[in-house]
């Protein structure tokens, strides 16, 4: 389980992830289950829910994914769960009923207005990426970044 969720690559599974004061407090993530779709996820520790940090990371996610020519998302929800459900509407998640938790899959549509700068985070991704010496997004180039 570790290293699956470990295994990011900048292309087929993408993880962004939001500190305060040096400490996680949120991640979101997409996984590609097929060449055009990928799987959402996102979370946020209790005490910063209702700040608006899912919609940022979530944004910041599908950002990336719409960049590496994913066009639709999955994603799994709990019913209970009204903030995940309101979030993933936001991406053009269409949710259904299915054995006791919500899931869906529709086309992946970026909310505007836009809550994040997204030409920022495809920058810094590709930099991040650079820098660390490791795999460029889908499609990137060193030169795109110099």
């Known amino acids: 389980m570790v290293r699956a969720l470990t295994?990011?690559?900048?292309?087929?599974?993408?993880a962004w992830l939001a500190t305060v004061d040096g400490r996680p407090v949120g991640i979101a993530r997409y996984v590609r289950v097929t060449d055009d779709t990928a799987d959402l996820a996102v979370e946020v520790v209790d005490e910063h829910h209702g700040?608006?940090?899912?919609?940022?990371?979530l944004e910041a996610v599908a950002t990336?994914?719409?960049?590496?020519?994913v066009t639709r998302i999955t994603a799994t929800v709990h019913p209970a769960n009204r903030a995940s459900v309101r979030l993933m509407r936001r991406f053009g998640l269409v949710l259904h009923l299915c054995d006791g938790v919500l899931e869906g899959e529709s086309a992946l549509r970026?909310?505007?207005?836009?809550r994040i700068d997204r030409a920022?985070?495809?920058?810094?991704?590709?930099?991040?990426a650079v820098g660390a010496g490791g795999p460029l997004p889908c499609g990137a180039t060193a030169s795109s970044v110099a």
């Not at 700040?51 to 990371?57: E, H, P, Y």
């Not at 990336?64 to 020519?69: D, E, F, K, P, V």
């Not at 970026?110 to 836009?114: F, G, Q, R, W």
């Not at 920022?120 to 991040?128: G, M, Y």
Request: net charge positive; with cysteine; hydrophobic share 50%.
């Open 110 to 114: 970026l909310p505007e207005p836009a």
């Open 51 to 57: 700040r608006g940090l899912g919609s940022v990371l």
């Open 64 to 69: 990336l994914a719409r960049a590496n020519g």
């Open 120 to 128: 920022a985070v495809l920058d810094l991704a590709v930099r991040r």
């Open 7 to 14: 295994a990011v690559d900048g292309c087929h599974h993408v």
